[in-house]
């Protein structure tokens, strides 16, 4: 406790710079887990956390074994999770490599610019610019299928079979930019010495990518893919609720947009908290395991 009241006196400065953060987690992500309980009761607003019926595990067994659409809800979240881990996450390491490679500093400067145009989009415009593109009437992508194809208009969101693809399409869309930042910082951190260590040997710009760039890369890439996990089961909710409709419901509906209707729409505080709670304890077993592994085989962790 002395020591640590030496580095407050001595790093005050550093200190009142992390308090906004500190104070952030600690009342919008600690304080409400409290809140947790009424995932174990049948809860009533009129009387309260303390003053509701104690119904054990109830909830989650309503969930798993008498919601129909239970398992299908998840094999839509396990599935949009699958595809972003796939498309989305690989993504902005490939475009920070090729970023890396451009050599005319203004086209570099220029493209980075508009990769991170759509990041500082809302949700709500940015699922309003795919309604109307992929709209059958006045859609641009129906006008050149239309135009240079000779195919019959498609409606995109009223197939279910399009959605996974429109929805991940749009996440690598909207964040690719933005994601590449961490890694032409991790790139930047490279020793430049081993590029010219690299060349006396012989290796070709390919050989120094694979051997070099690349693996400069890897504690970053291993830090973002363990957090990411931690977030498996959970999806763009915006982004989906504005996209989806009753066309598109058998792949579109995830546990996110099944708590916000139970909870919200139907005022079942308690089953949607119960749902909620499954999807975090899911989210902190995969970090958890995710993070032994790594640090099993690598030096870089996030604990």
């Not at 050149?144 to 208009?153: A, C, S, T």
Request: zero cysteines; hydrophobic letters at 50%; charged letters at 15%.
């Amino acid at each position: 406790m002395y020591r640590f009241g030496l580095s407050l006196r001595k790093h005050k400065a550093l200190y009142l710079l992390m308090l906004p953060g500190i104070l952030y987690y600690l009342l919008f992500k600690y304080v409400p887990m409290y809140g947790i309980v009424i995932a174990f009761q049948n809860y009533s607003i009129g009387r309260g956390m303390l003053g509701s019926k104690f119904v054990g595990l109830d909830h989650f067994i309503e969930f798993f074994v008498n919601t129909p659409d239970s398992w299908k809800l998840i094999r839509n979240t396990v599935m949009l999770n699958v595809y972003d881990l796939l498309f989305h996450f690989p993504a902005p390491i490939v475009l920070a490599l090729l970023f890396h490679e451009l050599r005319i500093q203004w086209f570099k400067r220029l493209v980075q610019s508009i990769s991170y145009m759509p990041h500082f989009l809302s949700t709500v415009v940015i699922a309003g610019i795919i309604v109307t593109f992929l709209s059958p009437s006045t859609g641009i992508v129906n006008h050149l299928l239309v135009k240079g194809f000779g195919i019959e208009p498609v409606l995109f969101l009223g197939l279910p079979e399009w959605f996974r693809t429109i929805y991940v399409g749009s996440e690598i869309w909207q964040k690719i930019g933005w994601g590449t930042i961490l890694y032409l910082a991790a790139i930047s951190g490279v020793d430049p010495t081993l590029y010219e260590a690299a060349k006396i040997d012989g290796a070709n710009r390919l050989q120094q990518v694979r051997h070099i760039t690349f693996i400069g890369m890897v504690p970053v890439m291993i830090i973002l893919f363990v957090l990411n996990l931690g977030h498996f089961m959970e999806t763009g909710f915006q982004k989906i609720l504005l996209l989806y409709n009753s066309m598109n419901y058998e792949t579109s509906d995830v546990i996110n947009t099944f708590v916000y209707r139970r909870g919200i729409l139907d005022a079942d505080f308690s089953f949607a908290t119960a749902v909620g709670l499954f999807q975090s304890a899911i989210g902190f077993i995969l970090v958890v395991l995710a993070n032994r592994i790594v640090r099993k085989y690598s030096e870089t962790s996030l604990w």
